[in-house]
Structure formats: structure tokens, C-alpha cells
């Protein structure tokens, strides 16, 4: 008996699970996941912003003791960083 209701309560389980597709996807869970990545995007944005611009600080220190060159390195990281957090972006964009 006790078996038999351990049956009836796995079947149970079993068929109230959903099998998403790509046209079955619930709309709440559609907009949260946008939401979430765009507020993702927005602070990667923000943080790319800032440390643009505290690179570019450090560089204006820097031109004032003549070490420029250094700081170019730091310029370019940041970039780079740019530049993969806008092509995620992008590739994400064109799949989802």
C-alpha cells in the first residue's frame, strides 16, 4: 500500500512537469529575464563608463609627472573590457 501511494505521488510529480519549447515559454518569465538582463547590461555599462573615466584621471596624473606611458596599458584593458561587454551584449541580443 504504502508502495502503491509512493507510485501515485511520483506519477503525480511527473506530469505537472512543463516541457519548454521556444514558443511555450510563460510571459511573466520572459519580461523578468529581460529585466534582469538589462539591468545586467546597464550596470556592465556603467561600470565601463567609470573605469573609463578613472583611467582617463590616473593618465591626466600621469601626463603631469611625465610617466603617460604606463598608464596607457590601463587604457587599453578598460577597452578591451568595452569591447567584450558590447559584443556579449550584441551576440545575446541576436540569439535571445
Same mark, same amino acid.
Given at each position: 500500500?504504502? @508502495? =502503491?501511494?509512493?507510485?501515485?505521488? @511520483?506519477?503525480?510529480?511527473?506530469?505537472? #512537469?512543463?516541457?519548454? =519549447?521556444? /514558443?511555450?515559454?510563460?510571459?511573466?518569465? =520572459?519580461?523578468?529575464?529581460?529585466?534582469?538582463?538589462?539591468?545586467?547590461?546597464?550596470? #556592465? =555599462?556603467?561600470?565601463?563608463?567609470? $573605469?573609463?573615466?578613472? #583611467?582617463? /584621471?590616473?593618465? *591626466?596624473?600621469?601626463?603631469?609627472? $611625465?610617466?603617460? /606611458?604606463?598608464?596607457?596599458? $590601463?587604457?587599453? $584593458?578598460?577597452?578591451?573590457?568595452?569591447?567584450? *561587454? /558590447?559584443?556579449?551584449?550584441?551576440? *545575446?541580443?541576436?540569439?535571445?
Amino acid at each position: 500500500m504504502l @508502495l =502503491t501511494a509512493q507510485l501515485k505521488a @511520483l506519477n503525480f510529480l511527473a506530469a505537472k #512537469v512543463p516541457e519548454p =519549447t521556444i /514558443g511555450n515559454v510563460p510571459d511573466d518569465l =520572459t519580461k523578468k529575464v529581460n529585466e534582469g538582463l538589462g539591468l545586467v547590461f546597464f550596470f #556592465v =555599462t556603467a561600470a565601463c563608463v567609470l $573605469g573609463v573615466l578613472i #583611467v582617463a /584621471g590616473s593618465m *591626466a596624473l600621469a601626463h603631469r609627472n $611625465g610617466e603617460l /606611458g604606463e598608464k596607457l596599458k $590601463g587604457l587599453m $584593458g578598460v577597452l578591451i573590457a568595452c569591447l567584450i *561587454a /558590447g559584443s556579449a551584449s550584441a551576440i *545575446a541580443g541576436f540569439f535571445f
